[in-house]
């Protein structure tokens, strides 16, 4: 089959584009990223990682709890992403607490392949500082 128009992309297949990743002081860039990784919005995605990934030593944490689905293109995506982090000395964390992800990097050889996390970790502050407390929305950053 030829399809002669660009696929349309709905809202359960938005590119999960990280508008929020920055370098966090001392730490690793956190990428939140959301909705679905598939073969739609991996190329975008692998894009995005490998402007990431440029550097020499990377230091990121994929945070994938809000991420709703993943195939093996997404999978593609996130080994991709190992091998540049190491290739260049770096390291590439994946923040995940579903069980169902845990199950997929089984089924597909990968558990030991990435370093998971259940949460981000909090960082260690001495004294409380604005970000101690809040009740706005979860940040998207925290330091490893």
């Known amino acids: 089959m030829v399809l002669n128009h660009p696929p349309v992309v709905t809202d359960e297949h938005r590119i999960p584009l990280p508008a929020g990743s920055r370098p966090a002081p001392g730490g690793a860039t956190v990428v939140p990223l959301l909705g679905e990784i598939d073969v739609l919005t991996a190329p975008a995605l692998s894009a995005r990682l490998d402007r990431l990934t440029a550097d020499a030593r990377p230091d990121l944490a994929l945070d994938l709890r809000p991420v709703t689905f993943i195939d093996c293109a997404g999978l593609g995506v996130l080994c991709r992403a190992r091998n540049r982090v190491r290739a260049r000395r770096g390291r590439l964390r994946l923040v995940t607490d579903d069980a169902g992800f845990q199950r997929v990097l089984r089924a597909t050889g990968l558990r030991d392949v990435f370093d998971a996390h259940p949460r981000l970790p909090r960082p260690e502050v001495s ?18």
């Open 127 to 144: 004294a409380p500082g604005p970000e101690a407390v809040s009740t706005a929305a979860p940040r998207d950053e925290e330091v490893f």
